[in-house]
C-alpha cells in the first residue's frame, strides 16, 4: 500500500469537514477583531450549554487552566495535593507556581488513570486537594474517591485536557470538581487552531475572580482591581472552535469508531491495546508494548507510520523537580507504562486505506 506518511494527529481534516471554512474564516479574519470580543463571548455560551454549567471562562491555553484552577483553590505554601505522576508536565507546574507539594499517586497498569488504592495510601490529613487528569479521554476517579473528597472537604481541580466530551455515570468530565480545566491545544479532542483553554464551575465567586484574573485585574477596561495576567483567548481561534463545536458529535463519534476498529482488527501478542467505556471519547490510541519498544517504533516509522510516546519520562523523575519537595512512593505501574507505552496514529476523519495500512503493519510486528 503506497500512502504518504500518516502523521500521528492531523487536525486540518476536522477544519475540511466545516462547510465553507475557508470562505467564512477569511471573512472573520477581515473583520480585524483579533482578541476577545463576540466570538469569545458566544463560544463560552455554547461550551455553558454543552456542560450544562452556569459559568465558562476562557482562557489562552490549557496551561492557564490550571493555574488559574488552582490558584481558585487559595491553598497555603505547602499544604499537599494528590495528582499522578504519568502526565504532562503542565499539570505539575500549576502546583509548584504556588508552592504547593505534589503527593505523586501511581496509575492503573493498563487504564493508565488513577489506582484508587494509591490514592488511599498517599491520602492523609495534609492533603487538601486532588488533581485527578483524565488521561487519553479517560474516568480518573471513582465514585469512592469522590465520596471520600467530599467528606473530608478535599477539594477537587479535574484536569480535562484530553478528555473533552467523556462522561462518567452519563454526567461529563470537568463537571464533578470544584473546577474543571481543559485545553484547545490543536491535537485535543476538541483543538483550536493554536493554544487555547477553558475553565468551568459552578461557583459564582470563582467565576467572577477568574474573569478579572484573566485580564490584568480588570473588571471594566484600565481599573485594576486585582493582580492578574494576560490569558486571553485569541478572537479567531474561538471562531473556529465555536465552529468545531457545532460539529463535534461526528468529531467524537469518529474517534470512537476509529479505536472501536484498531481494537477490532489489531491482533498482535507483543501488544497490549488501549480500553475506553462506552462513555469515553479517545484522544490517543496508546499501546503497551511487552518487549522492544524502540523496535517497534523504528519499524512503525520506516514503514510511513508516525509515533509518539506520552508519556516517555514520569515527573516524578524529571530533572526540574530536584528542587521542589515532592513525595512519590511505590510507582511501579508508573515507571513500567513509561517504559511500554507508545501512541499510534489516531484522529478522526482517517480514510479507510490509512486505518488498514496501520492494522496491517502494526499486526506484522515481531520481536526477531
Known sequence: MNLKNIPIADPIRELKKIKNFNKSFINELNKGRFVGGENVIRLEEKLKNKFSVRYVVTTNSGTDSLILSVAELNLKRGDEVLVPSFTFFATVEALLHF?????FVDIDRFSFTVDEQS?????????????????????????????????????????????????????????????????????????????????????????????????????????????????????????VLSMKLDIFDDIASSRVNLYNYFNKNIDNPYLTKPFFKDEEVPNYYSILVKKGRNKFIEYL?????????????????????????FAAKNMKNTNYVSRKIVSIP??????????????????????V
Open 119 to 239: 490514592f488511599y495510601d498517599n491520602v492523609n490529613k495534609k492533603t487538601k486537594a486532588f488533581l485527578p487528569v483524565h488521561i487519553f479521554g479517560k474516568t480518573s476517579f471513582s465514585q469512592s474517591i469522590l465520596k471520600y473528597c467530599k467528606e473530608n472537604n478535599i477539594k477537587i481541580v479535574e484536569d480535562c485536557a484530553q478528555s473533552f466530551g467523556s462522561k462518567y455515570n452519563n454526567k461529563f468530565l470537568g463537571t464533578y470538581g470544584d473546577i474543571g480545566a481543559f485545553s484547545f491545544f490543536p491535537s485535543k479532542t476538541f483543538g483550536g487552531i493554536g493554544d487555547g483553554g477553558c475553565i468551568i464551575t459552578n461557583n459564582s465567586k470563582v467565576y467572577k475572580n477568574l474573569t478579572k484574573i484573566k485580564n490584568h485585574g480588570q473588571k471594566n477596561l484600565y481599573d485594576h482591581e486585582i493582580n492578574g495576567v494576560n490569558s486571553r483567548l485569541d478572537s479567531l481561534n474561538a471562531y
Open 301 to 325: 516509522n520506516s514503514n510511513g507510520i508516525s509515533t509518539n510516546i506520552y508519556y516517555k519520562k514520569p515527573i516524578h523523575l524529571q530533572s526540574a523537580m530536584k528542587k521542589y519537595p
Open 99 to 103: 508552592g504547593l507539594k505534589p503527593v
Open 346 to 367: 489516531f484522529f478522526p476523519f482517517m480514510e479507510n486505506k490509512e486505518k488498514q495500512k496501520i492494522v496491517e503493519t502494526v499486526n506484522r510486528f515481531e520481536i
